[in-house]
């Protein structure tokens, strides 16, 4: 802390505790280590010492959902990986951030039309939050697209929108959360949150 | 050893199950009748002038245009082929081996062709199997673990067949 050392004199600092929440959070967005494909070596790079996605506070790979906050799906899905990514996804304690890296995660990319075994994009599987074109994209695209991760959570709102909230007592939820996609086939759609 | 030689040494034991020899290619081959493979390549594993200790490689071609209006230039009958690499560690010569199956069994669309599996002649030639079966649909006799390897279990169809038609959905994800 040298560089903010004796510059203040004694004092308090006031700010919003959904400024605090956010500047915490987006400061230490945990990805899981999870790698599909050839993106996964490029993600490897970005957190490697030249890229170093650590000065984003995300360098903490985490070797289980349960403790990561930003899946980063790096790589072709297959049908056969399809079920293993969507439980790895709801896994995942919210609130949960998905980037979608690499041509085959955003659309299918070159198996688009030949590959009978590639999903066409894995927001087919599970909702995605940030889209990283590239095949495979650079590590700067990557850091890129963890900076918009770190906006939308820098964006979201604490407080209540409507309804009768007190102390104690809860109002509506505020809907930072994606709907579930139409196409998953995992269960039901998930009935829009949005009440604004 | 050249393959002509091989061919030589082949037709000389088995006679009338040698069936080809192609030598203009690059890499030249011989094709041989599906029901004698096993004795074939043991042969050629075991004879102390071939000493085909290594089986490079297995796998399968599908000779078909599913397109119609190019279908008529295509030079070939509609067939599957199992291809065979071999190589020899000690006397450093290689050789490729086919035989040639009808698409289907009997002409009846969905009832895989039988060859012998020769899984129990170079055991890396299991997965392999498995592999051809998987991608080509074709029945080796006598495997100790015929599924698919690379497809899940529940899977249809033979996804390096020619004709293959592409899945529409697979356990609720859109496909096309």
Same mark, same amino acid.
């Given at each position: 802390?040298?560089?903010?050392?004796?510059?203040?004199?004694?004092?308090?600092?006031?700010?919003?505790?959904?400024?605090?929440?956010?500047?915490?959070?987006?400061?230490?967005?945990? &990805?899981?280590?999870?790698?599909?494909?050839?993106?996964?070596?490029?993600?490897?790079?970005?957190?490697?010492?030249?890229?170093?996605?650590?000065?984003?506070?995300?360098?903490?790979?985490?070797?289980?959902?349960?403790?990561?906050?930003?899946?980063?799906?790096?790589?072709?899905?297959?049908?056969?990986?399809?079920?293993?990514?969507?439980?790895?996804?709801?896994?995942?304690?919210? &609130?949960?951030?998905?980037?979608?890296?690499?041509?085959?995660?955003?659309?299918?990319?070159?198996?688009?039309?030949?590959?009978?075994?590639?999903?066409?994009?894995?927001?087919?599987?599970?909702?995605?939050?940030v889209y990283v074109p590239?095949?495979?994209? $650079?590590?700067?695209? @990557?850091?890129?697209?963890?900076? $918009?991760?770190?906006?939308?959570?820098?964006?979201?709102? @604490?407080?209540?929108?409507?309804?009768?909230?007190?102390?104690?007592?809860?109002?509506?939820?505020?809907?930072?959360?994606?709907?579930?996609?139409?196409?998953?086939?995992?269960?039901?759609?998930?009935?829009?949150?949005?009440?604004? | 050893?050249?393959?002509?030689?091989?061919?030589?040494?082949?037709?000389?034991?088995?006679?009338?199950?040698?069936?080809?020899?192609?030598?203009?290619?690059?890499? &030249?081959?011989?094709?041989?009748?599906?029901?004698? /493979?096993?004795?074939?390549?043991?042969?050629?594993?075991?004879?102390? $002038?071939?000493?085909?200790?290594?089986?490079?490689?297995?796998?399968?071609?599908?000779?078909?245009?599913?397109?119609?209006?190019?279908?008529?230039?295509?030079?070939?009958?509609?067939?599957?082929? /199992?291809?065979?690499h071999l190589s020899s560690?000690?006397?450093?010569?290689?050789?490729?081996?086919?035989?040639?199956?009808?698409?289907?069994?009997?002409?009846?669309?969905?009832?895989?062709?039988?060859? &012998?599996?020769?899984?129990?002649?170079?055991?890396?030639?299991?997965?392999?199997?498995?592999?051809?079966?998987?991608?080509?649909?074709?029945?080796?006799?006598?495997?100790?673990?015929?599924?698919?390897?690379?497809?899940?279990?529940?899977w249809e169809g033979h996804?390096?067949?020619?004709?293959?038609?592409?899945?529409?959905?697979?356990?609720? /994800?859109?496909?096309?």
């Amino acid at each position: 802390m040298t560089w903010i050392e004796g510059r203040f004199e004694e004092n308090v600092i006031t700010t919003t505790l959904e400024q605090a929440m956010n500047w915490a959070q987006e400061s230490s967005v945990w &990805p899981m280590t999870f790698g599909l494909a050839c993106c996964a070596i490029e993600m490897m790079a970005t957190g490697a010492s030249r890229y170093d996605i650590d000065r984003f506070g995300a360098g903490a790979f985490r070797a289980t959902p349960r403790q990561a906050d930003l899946m980063i799906v790096a790589g072709t899905v297959t049908y056969k990986m399809a079920s293993r990514v969507r439980r790895l996804y709801e896994q995942m304690a919210d &609130p949960k951030y998905v980037i979608a890296m690499g041509a085959c995660t955003v659309g299918g990319g070159p198996y688009f039309k030949h590959g009978y075994h590639v999903v066409k994009g894995v927001d087919l599987v599970v909702p995605v939050d940030v889209y990283v074109p590239g095949c495979p994209p $650079r590590p700067e695209a @990557l850091l890129e697209g963890l900076m $918009r991760i770190q906006d939308k959570i820098k964006a979201r709102k @604490l407080g209540k929108v409507s309804g009768t909230a007190s102390f104690g007592q809860k109002g509506e939820k505020i809907t930072d959360e994606l709907a579930l996609p139409h196409h998953s086939g995992y269960g039901k759609v998930a009935e829009s949150t949005a009440t604004a | 050893m050249n393959t002509e030689e091989i061919h030589g040494l082949l037709a000389e034991q088995f006679g009338d199950a040698i069936l080809e020899l192609k030598t203009e290619a690059i890499d &030249p081959w011989i094709v041989v009748s599906a029901d004698k /493979i096993v004795d074939i390549l043991t042969f050629l594993r075991d004879d102390e $002038r071939l000493q085909f200790d290594h089986l490079n490689d297995l796998t399968a071609v599908d000779f078909l245009e599913p397109d119609e209006k190019k279908a008529k230039k295509f030079p070939y009958d509609p067939h599957l082929e /199992i291809v065979y690499h071999l190589s020899s560690f000690g006397l450093k010569h290689r050789t490729v081996i086919k035989i040639s199956v009808p698409r289907w069994k009997n002409d009846e669309p969905g009832s895989h062709p039988e060859i &012998p599996s020769v899984a129990g002649v170079f055991g890396i030639a299991d997965w392999h199997e498995r592999e051809a079966y998987d991608m080509f649909g074709i029945n080796f006799v006598g495997h100790p673990n015929l599924k698919r390897i690379l497809c899940p279990e529940d899977w249809e169809g033979h996804p390096l067949r020619k004709d293959y038609d592409f899945p529409l959905e697979y356990h609720g /994800i859109r496909g096309m």
